[in-house]
């Protein structure tokens, strides 16, 4: 069956003005993105490499400072980080999910709703 009027059709191996277009506008997306993802990569890295360089050495002084082992400072820091991203929060602070933090979130969703 032949493709007659159809603008999403392949027809004897080109493209149609409406897919050449498409195709080029993603084409020139993607670039756009390699080249931003090498700028951020060439300002960000070294910056990253040196934090981590510098927590390396924090780690080192306090496991040597308190006799821990890095291993076990490393595993109580895990378990603090999980608990954290699981929402406890530390200190004498107010609860997350009180009737205020429960409320502003409801209302955080409701006014991102939509449109």
């Known amino acids: 069956m032949?493709?007659?009027?159809?603008?999403?059709?392949?027809?004897?191996?080109h493209l149609n003005q409406d897919n050449a277009r498409?195709?080029?506008?993603?084409?020139?997306?993607v670039l756009y993105m390699l080249c931003g993802a090498a700028v951020f990569s060439a300002i960000e890295r070294a910056q990253e490499c040196r934090a981590k360089e510098q927590w390396?050495?924090?780690?080192?002084?306090?496991?040597?400072?308190?006799?821990?082992?890095?291993?076990?400072?490393?595993?109580f820091l895990r378990d603090y980080?999980?608990?954290?991203?699981?929402?406890?929060?530390?200190?004498?602070s107010r609860p997350r999910w009180d009737f205020t933090g429960a409320f502003y979130f409801?209302?955080?969703?409701?006014?991102t709703i939509g449109k």
């Open 22 to 29: 498409f195709l080029l506008l993603a084409a020139l997306i």
């Open 81 to 92: 980080e999980e608990a954290t991203a699981a929402g406890i929060r530390i200190g004498d």
């Open 106 to 111: 409801v209302g955080t969703v409701v006014s």
């Open 56 to 75: 390396g050495e924090k780690l080192l002084n306090f496991s040597l400072t308190h006799n821990l082992s890095l291993d076990e400072l490393r595993g």
């Open 2 to 13: 032949a493709c007659q009027g159809c603008c999403c059709c392949w027809s004897a191996g």
